[in-house]
């Protein structure tokens, strides 16, 4: 019989420590949509989508109710649309995004991913296409999300896509200027993507999936936070048994509502992504979890240290608790969605080198910064480059999600509104990376990818 | 399928009877109740049985929460497995 105490300790969690499950995303497969006809083409999408979704929210709500757990969000992803695209010879995708914003709206999902190409060898037609519509189609889209995978381990880096990249970035910042470049806030690059990730703006449904599938993205940073109160002053040892066990509690909430959602849309269950992710919420936050753990502020000296045993711990309390773990898994840090990281940000203790080493350790990458307006695109491509290059030795999934804030310098901020909070404009190295960056071609693969 | 419902809020009289009223309108069975009084707060949990129940869980849950309204405390009810789920292997 379940106790009294376990009751209140779930209800605790739920009530004060924003424990949610953050997404569940419909994976659907749109390859065999594809035709020679665009128009046709963007209807097929729509009904499949719509088809597939229809009562995805309504399910969502009647399991929150269920169960008295917050659903944050109902999202779709799609096939990468470069691959579905190609068919049509058309010169823009951007008819295809406004299809799947129609289609979002309809089912009343909050983001869709998918206008995505994967080009971590080299572009095909199709994939530049897809990239040069990326500006266009997230300045007149409300819910489409975007991403590029332009490095893999197996394959290195594609260092023309990563220029090209660069521009594009600064592009869809010039083109949603007048909304504080939100543009960028809706696309992600990637190295190793992963294809059944739930979580935007990276999500996609990757070729090796099936027709349809139910992901769901756990998170619950202020439950760990709260749970590490009870061990101030412990040694590291107690630290983490502390994170496993609430990590392990967090995923098993995760997959119950994954089950039940599989069963009751009669599709099946993907995986639980047991990342740790923040609201601009006070008390649902990654920094928060840092300063319990000792440090005065995040980007403090040891915050590496600090992400390395939370991202690992969480892992280990998660796969026990689900033998369905995949997506990104571990610890998201994106700045504008934490209030004490911008906090961190606003009074200097937290940088772009700090964060780029801490997403050697983390689940992502460098995500949701903002940096001055004017920062050039072969800048962006070189912050882009290093952040690869980190995923591509390291074996890891890295991303890079930043907002060059136009008519923004350092010291004033950049508001995005909800879920994705507002930032500080973080200052950027100064000197330049031209050269390199004009060079164009791929990176080789590392060596330890030869594994055959 | 069982239900925990739990009901937390300053004490008065009858709470207990209007819940208890409720769920047998509801044709809900309690299988475990324990209640406490902490510094005038009034603390409760129930373990029911929705076995017999003609109408929708999630209805049920709409329509007890609007009791708690009603009655000036916050009762919420919940199904067992996120219970079981979280606190057993």
Known sequence: ?452 | MKGIITVVGKDKVGIIAKVCTFLSEENINILDISQTIVQGYFNMMMIVDLGSTQNNFVDIVDRISKLGQEIGVDIRLQHQDIFDNMHRI
Request: proline share 4%.
């Open chain 1, 1 to 452: 019989m379940i106790s009294r105490y376990e009751v209140q300790e779930t209800n605790k969690m739920i009530r004060e420590e924003n424990l949610d499950i953050r997404t569940i995303t419909m994976g659907i497969n749109l390859l065999d949509c594809a035709c020679e006809d665009m128009n046709k083409l963007c209807d097929k999408i729509y009904d499949r989508i719509t088809f597939r979704a229809e009562k995805l929210v309504e399910t969502g709500e009647i399991i929150s109710k269920k169960y008295g757990i917050p659903i944050v969000n109902k999202r779709i992803s799609v096939t990468p649309i470069a691959l579905v695209g190609g068919a049509t010879g058309a010169s823009s995708y951007v008819p295809i995004a406004k299809a799947l914003d129609r289609a979002a709206q309809t089912v009343g999902v909050n983001f869709i991913g998918g206008f995505s190409a994967l080009v971590h060898k080299g572009c095909s037609n199709a994939d530049n296409v897809l990239i040069e519509s990326i500006p266009e189609a997230l300045d007149v889209t409300q819910n489409v999300c975007s991403s590029v995978n332009v490095g893999s381990t197996r394959t290195g880096i594609n260092m023309d896509a990563v220029k090209r990249i660069g521009e594009i970035i600064k592009l869809t910042a010039e083109r949603t200027g007048d909304r504080s470049s939100i543009g960028c806030a809706k696309f992600v690059v990637f190295c190793n993507a992963p294809e059944d990730n739930p979580f935007m703006a990276g999500a996609f449904h990757g070729v090796g999936e099936k027709d349809a599938v139910i992901n769901v993205g756990v998170s619950g940073p202020g439950v760990v936070k709260k749970a590490l109160e009870d061990v101030r002053g412990k040694d590291f040892e107690a630290l983490c048994e502390q994170v496993k066990r609430t990590a392990f509690k967090i995923t098993r909430a995760g997959q119950m509502v994954a089950r039940e959602a599989s069963a009751m849309l009669d599709v099946p269950f993907g995986i639980i992504d047991l990342s740790l992710a923040p609201t601009p919420a006070v008390g649902d936050s990654i920094a928060e979890i840092f300063e319990e753990m000792g440090l005065e502020s995040a980007g403090a000296p040891g915050t590496t240290a600090a992400l390395a045993i939370l991202n690992d711990s969480v892992k280990k309390g998660g796969v026990m608790a689900s033998s369905c773990v995949g997506g990104l898994s571990g610890a998201f840090i994106p700045v504008s969605e934490d209030h004490a990281m911008i906090r961190a940000a606003e009074k200097g203790a937290l940088t772009l080198e700090k964060l780029e080493a801490m997403t050697c350790v983390c689940s992502v990458g460098l995500d949701m910064i903002a940096i001055p307006g004017d920062t050039s695109a072969a800048t962006i491509s070189g912050i882009i480059a290093d952040e690869m290059a980190i995923g591509m030795i390291n074996a890891k999934t890295t991303a890079v999600r930043i907002i060059p804030a136009i008519g923004k310098k350092v010291g004033e901020s950049v508001e995005f509104g909800g879920l994705l909070g507002y930032a500080p404009i973080m200052p950027v190295n100064p000197y330049q990376c031209v050269d390199f960056i004009n060079r164009g071609g791929r990176i080789p693969a590392p060596i330890h990818s030869f594994k055959n």
